[in-house]
Nanobody, 123 residues
Framework: VQLQASGGGLVQAGGTLRLSCSAS????????MGWFRQAPGKEREFVAA????????YYADSVKGRFTISRDTAQNTVYLQMNSLKPEDTAVYYC?????????????????WGQGTQVTVSS
C-alpha cells in the first residue's frame, strides 16, 4: 500500500486543520491506520490510530479530546481532524498502515509509511 499525506499548513493557536492520508494499491480496510508526528530534535511519536475494522480508535494523551481520527473506505482515505491546536503540536505528521490483526501504538506496529506533511502552529 502507498500512502500520501496532505493538509498540513500554518495555523494560529486555537485553530483547526484536517490532515488527509490517501492510500493506493490496497484498501485501507485491510490495515490498522495511524498518525505519528515528529518535532525537530525529537523522536517520532504516536498521535492516533484506527483499527482495520474501523471499530476502535486510540489517541495519545496529549491530543485526546482535540484530535479525531476517521476513515472513508469509499475514498480509501484516513483523516486526522485537529482542533484547538497548540504550538506544541508543531511537527511533521506522518500516516502509517499496519497489517497486524492486533492494533498497536508504536512505530513497530506499522509497516508502511507515507511522506510527512508539515503542521506549524503559531502562538
Amino acid at each position: 500500500v502507498q500512502l500520501q499525506a496532505s493538509g498540513g499548513g500554518l495555523v494560529q493557536a486555537g485553530g483547526t486543520l484536517r490532515l488527509s492520508c490517501s492510500a493506493s494499491g490496497r484498501t485501507i480496510s485491510r490495515y490498522n491506520m495511524g498518525w505519528f508526528r515528529q518535532a525537530p530534535g525529537k523522536e517520532r511519536e504516536f498521535v492516533a490510530a484506527i483499527s482495520w475494522s474501523g471499530g476502535n480508535t486510540y489517541y495519545a494523551d496529549s491530543v485526546k479530546g482535540r484530535f479525531t481520527i476517521s476513515r472513508d473506505t469509499a475514498q480509501n482515505t484516513v483523516y486526522l481532524q485537529m482542533n484547538s491546536l497548540k504550538p506544541e503540536d508543531t511537527a511533521v505528521y506522518y500516516c502509517a498502515a499496519g497489517s497486524s490483526l492486533r492494533i498497536g501504538v508504536t512505530r513497530e506496529a506499522f509497516d508502511y509509511w507515507g511522506q510527512g506533511t508539515q503542521v506549524t502552529v503559531s502562538s
